[in-house]
């Protein structure tokens, strides 16, 4: 049997185009996730992209055994780990429960990898384990300091595989600092399906474009930026998901432990952002400035040196492309996979 790489969360927004992009490069993937916020609809969609299912095990990450037995009959030989829980608002009332399923549950993963001797590691961490600073733009040596459970739980498996690494040699890992994924895949078939009220500009942009939403709150016109409004790196998601199959062809190469970011570079204000999706769409996107939003910061984009220097890889895709494909899959799917 050839080897297959373990995806897990693989049914999720970002894991779905990286099951794609995967079977793209010639990779077989075996996905395990617990539908927490997917659905399994997306296997038969990541089907009609890849040229097949990919195979299913419906469990949790937590679950060590099954891990392990996973890893055994699909003869598995690197993991990609996208299955956590991601709202930080969300892991402020609930912190247990973020470091259960993010910290917790990446320990059980990597008890399972040692069980095994699957030694090869992408996690999916995020631009939100850096402190605020105001220093732009954000290299991988910048301080570091999470303002939310969601970030810490990020920052501890870091710290984490990092331990690891050091302590055993053998071990590969890839720590992938994602700063704003977002848009869909070209094709319509898959994109970001998030339960109730969307935490994230794009996707509520795309509800309100699509009119599900009356208008876009955009929170504070006071920041020191372009325009007052806070400004991001989004990064298409196709792009991050080819991130990770030149991060494994690294990890294939080089052992230790590599922290990288996957960014534009370039920062975005909400009104940009706005414009371009109205841009995207045809349609007006009504709004009104209400309060900022407790915790944001004002401005955030990444140095992305690192990434293409290890990895080979830059971001290909535009903001206008972000928002076109964001909103053929808004506008085909309008209640998500539902
Ligand atoms: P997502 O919620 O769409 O996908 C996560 C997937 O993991 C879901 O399919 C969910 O059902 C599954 N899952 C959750 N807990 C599980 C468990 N215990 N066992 C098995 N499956 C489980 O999220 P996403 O946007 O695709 O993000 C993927 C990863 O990238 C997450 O770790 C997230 O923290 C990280 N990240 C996301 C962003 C972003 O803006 N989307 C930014 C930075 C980092
Ligand atoms: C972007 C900008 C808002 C919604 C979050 C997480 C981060 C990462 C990505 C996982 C900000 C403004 C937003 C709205 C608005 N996820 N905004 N009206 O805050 O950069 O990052 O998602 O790791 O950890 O913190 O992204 O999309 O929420 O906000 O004006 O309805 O849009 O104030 O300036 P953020 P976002």
């Known amino acids: 049997m050839n080897a297959k790489v373990l995806v897990t969360g693989g049914l999720g927004y970002i894991g779905a185009h990286a099951c794609v992009a995967l079977a793209e490069a010639g990779r077989s993937v075996v996905v ?18 890849a040229g097949g299912p990919p195979a299913f095990v419906h469990g949790d ?26 709202a930080v608002g969300e892991s402020v009332g609930l912190p247990l429960s973020y470091y259960d399923n993010n910290v917790g549950g990446s320990m059980a993963l990597l008890a399972a990898m040692a069980a095994t001797g699957v030694r090869r590691l992408i996690f999916s961490s995020s631009a939100t384990v850096y402190a605020q600073s105001g220093r732009m733009p954000l290299a991988e040596t910048a301080t570091l300091g999470a303002s939310s459970p969601y970030g810490r739980s990020k920052l501890f498996v870091e710290h984490m595989l990092a331990d690891l690494c050091a302590s055993d040699p053998a071990w590969s890992v890839a720590c992938l600092r994602y700063f704003n994924p977002v848009g869909a895949h070209p094709s319509a078939r898959i994109g970001e ?4 009220v969307p935490n994230n500009l794009m996707p509520y942009i795309a509800q309100v474009a699509v009119g599900q939403r009356e208008r876009l709150s955009v929170f504070g016109d006071d920041y020191e930026t372009v325009d007052g409004t806070g400004v991001r790196d989004y990064v298409h998601v196709l792009d991050v998901a080819e991130g990770h199959v030149k991060a494994l062809d690294y990890l294939q190469r080089v052992n230790g432990c590599a922290t990288i970011n996957l960014g534009t570079g370039h920062g ?3 009104l940009q952002m ?53 909103w053929r899959w808004q506008r085909d799917n309008p209640l998500g996979y539902r």
Not at 32 to 47: E, F, G, K, P, Q
């Open 274 to 326: 706005l414009r371009e999706y109205e841009r995207a769409s045809g349609r007006l996107i009504p709004f009104q400035v209400v309060a900022r939003r407790p915790g944001d910061i004002d401005r955030c984009w990444a140095e992305v040196s690192l990434a293409h220097g290890l990895l080979g890889w830059q971001a290909r895709r535009s903001l206008a492309q972000m928002c076109e494909d964001s």
């Open 61 to 86: 990450i937590r679950d060590i055994g099954l891990l392990a037995r996973t890893m055994r009959d699909h003869a598995v030989d690197s993991v990609i780990h996208f299955a956590g829980s991601k």
């Open 193 to 196: 399906s998030p339960r109730g």
């Open 32 to 49: 395990v996730d617990n539908l927490a916020n997917s659905s399994s609809a997306v296997l038969d969609r990541i089907a009609e992209l």
């Open 268 to 270: 975005v204000s909400v």
